[in-house]
């Protein structure tokens, strides 16, 4: 499951990399499987690819999106600036399993990346894999949750003192 530095640098510069993105309307429940199945179809080609949940908007709306990416850093596929840098077109490079989740609650960056496993492993054992990622993806959108709470408090505090 190796890609050649060169390829990797390719797909990424171009943007030319699989991508799918799956709305989630406002209201409706985390569609965890309709992004699971998106991404082992995109799995099958074995080269850097994205699928995406973007619930309420996704990040651009001031939602949420939960991606799962091949990749062979822990960057999202749409940094091809800091990718370019990273990856030497000379080496050859193993793909892995990412998640990765955009919102402005989960970290100061918004932005949380998390290595799930190789292709290879989840190739052998989609199951176990998927069940650690969504396991994962409850956790950081219940975290989301409490830190937004946690925001609309402070900021309800904040305007009782300038009041």
């Known amino acids: 499951m190796e890609l050649s530095g060169e390829n990797i640098v390719d797909l990424v510069d171009n943007q030319s990399y699989q991508e799918k993105v799956i ?17 082992a179809k995109l799995a099958e080609n074995e080269e850097p690819a994205r699928a995406a949940l973007a619930i309420d ?5 001031g939602g ?7 990749n062979v850093i822990n960057l999202p596929l749409r940094y091809k600036n ?3 840098k990273l990856v030497y077109v000379d080496q050859a490079y193993e793909l892995n399993v990412y998640l990765v989740v955009d919102n402005a609650y989960v970290t100061k960056s918004a932005l949380k990346i ?5 292709l290879s492993a989840y190739l052998d054992d989609p199951d176990s894999v998927l069940a650690k990622a969504a396991k994962r993806f409850a956790e950081l959108l219940d975290q989301i949750r409490e830190n937004q709470e946690e925001a609309v408090k402070e900021a309800d505090n904040e305007d009782s003192k300038n009041k």
């Open 23 to 39: 709305d989630n309307p406002e209201g409706k429940a985390v569609d965890l499987d309709g992004l699971f199945a998106a991404f």
């Open 114 to 118: 998390e290595k799930l496993a190789s």
């Open 64 to 70: 949420t999106t939960l991606s799962m990416e091949l």
């Open 57 to 61: 908007g996704g990040i651009e709306a």
């Open 82 to 84: 800091q990718e370019k």
